[in-house]
């Protein structure tokens, strides 16, 4: 399956290296930064789920 990679609506602009992209499949979720392509976090849907929630609650906080 062919994942097409969409880049974050917040970056610096200009050059466009220094982003965040993201390729989703129906059961995971690829990451990479566009500076560091060969480099791809994996991960699912409700393991980010999970850690936003935590951010918005403050429970990750120190």
């Given at each position: 399956?062919?994942?097409?990679?969409?880049?974050?609506?917040?970056?610096d602009?200009?050059?466009?290296?220094?982003?965040?992209?993201?390729?989703a499949?129906?059961?995971?979720?690829?990451?990479?930064?566009?500076?560091i392509?060969?480099?791809?976090?994996?991960?699912?849907p409700?393991?980010?789920?999970?850690?936003?929630?935590?951010?918005?609650?403050?429970?990750?906080?120190?």
């Amino acid at each position: 399956m062919r994942r097409a990679d969409h880049r974050a609506s917040f970056s610096d602009g200009s050059e466009g290296s220094t982003c965040v992209e993201v390729a989703a499949t129906p059961t995971t979720l690829h990451l990479r930064e566009s500076d560091i392509p060969d480099t791809r976090l994996t991960t699912t849907p409700s393991a980010v789920a999970q850690l936003l929630a935590g951010i918005r609650s403050g429970a990750l906080g120190s």
